[in-house]
């Protein structure tokens, strides 16, 4: 059974700073991608960041570029998301994802997380 455990969610204030943290076990470790999406109540789940755990690579949403950046712990088992200057409109859930391959499309084969709360107050 894949397991994706996050945590670091919270509330800030706009301009302020959040960490998110996710752990894999499970089926979920090992997974090649790790990484991110977001979704607000009536959208989209909408990805966040991707990490190429085996090239190091890393994919970011148009919006993310700039002031979030993903990283992998040393067992690429662990995945974080330090977000900065964080505004209004990046107040979602945030889920923690893993699979065989990164795609921005969250319809694919990706195991999920429970999701965290972010909440970014004006």
Request: hydrophobic share 35%.
């Amino acid at each position: 059974q894949a397991q994706l455990v996050e945590s670091g969610g919270g509330s800030v204030e706009t301009g302020g700073s959040l960490t998110l943290s996710c752990a894999a076990s499970g089926a979920a470790a090992g997974s090649v991608c790790m990484g991110w999406f977001r979704q607000v109540p009536g959208e989209e789940r909408e990805a966040v960041a991707l990490l190429n755990t085996r090239e190091s690579s890393t994919y970011y949403g148009t919006f993310a570029a700039g002031r979030f950046t993903i990283s992998a712990g040393t067992d690429n088992n662990t995945v974080s998301l330090q977000m900065n200057n964080l505004q209004p409109e990046d107040t979602a859930m945030y889920y923690c994802a893993a699979a065989q391959r990164c795609w921005f499309d969250p319809r694919k084969s990706y195991n999920w997380g429970q999701g965290i709360q972010v909440t970014v107050s004006s």
